[in-house]
């Protein structure tokens, strides 16, 4: 992956920008927020709901955020995916509701999530959990924020439990060692927001199944990174975004301490 640090080392106009178009976003879902949005369902199957919620915050977005950088590219979970941002040397990469299902169930765990990626690098990020009034950014050469605070993930806590999001039947198959050193917590349907909770410490780590999208991942990617964690396939590479496949094989993410156990133990699955 290039090292998108040495090619432009200021990314703090963007990620400005990309806070204020999150907010903004964000309180068009929140007014939609338990009012019973219309919804249709995907044809992957019939399986992913999008509301009016989605397509009113991602025309929000694409609204500030293409006006103010009209030679980004764009991939939005709710955009028919245009080729040309291929050729684009920067790219955002927009979720405007990451945990649909939690937003249309009255769950307040659902987030915006907006990255800029460049040269298939994230390299600024939001996650904006107005729900929750919780706001989590960071961009390359930053630390990682929250509300104002700078937040790492979490250190080894000695005779301590790792705190996983797993499902179970995942965490049966692992091996007996490293099954025996990690617990589970309570399902996250946000798999951006489950990835933030790493980065602030909340939790030690995941894992993520296959065919996870470019933009359920980067703006968390690049915050988790930020903070002091990484998020990797199983071969501990860091993920490559904006190419022509925006799905992804199995994942970790995580705190030092524990990545190589998660790894291990989802090779073994």
Same mark, same amino acid.
């Given at each position: ?34 009012? *019973? ?75 915006? *999530? ?35 605070? *700078? ?119």
């Amino acid at each position: 992956m290039p090292d998108a640090e040495n090619d432009r080392t200021d990314w703090s106009d963007d990620l400005a920008l990309i806070r204020h178009a999150a907010r903004e976003a964000g309180e068009v879902a929140l007014a939609f927020f338990g009012q *019973s949005p219309e919804v249709w369902w995907k044809t992957e199957g019939g399986r992913s709901p999008v509301s009016a919620a989605d397509f009113a915050a991602n025309d929000r977005l694409q609204d500030i955020l293409l006006k103010a950088r009209p030679n980004y590219g764009w991939l939005s979970e709710e955009t028919d995916d245009d080729e040309a941002r291929l050729s684009a040397e920067t790219v955002f990469v927009i979720d405007p509701i990451d945990g649909t299902r939690a937003f249309i169930n009255g769950e307040k765990t659902w987030c915006v *999530s907006v990255a800029v990626v460049h040269r298939g690098e994230p390299v600024a990020g939001v996650l904006f959990a107005p729900a929750l009034g919780e706001e989590l950014y960071s961009a390359v050469g930053l630390s990682a924020m929250k509300n104002g605070v *700078s937040v790492k993930v979490s250190k080894p806590r000695e005779g301590e439990l790792r705190q996983i999001a797993l499902p179970e039947d995942m965490l049966a198959r692992f091996p007996d060692d490293v099954r025996s050193t990690l617990k589970r917590i309570r399902h996250v349907p946000s798999l951006a927001y489950r990835i933030a909770m790493i980065a602030d410490g909340r939790i030690d780590g995941t894992v993520v199944k296959r065919n996870s999208h470019d933009w359920d991942l980067a703006a968390a990617d690049v915050i988790l990174h930020q903070a002091g964690g990484r998020l990797v396939d199983l071969e501990g590479n860091r993920l490559i975004y904006n190419r022509k496949r925006v799905t992804h094989e199995e994942l970790c993410a995580g705190a030092e301490h524990v990545l190589e156990s998660l790894v291990r133990g989802l090779r073994s699955c």
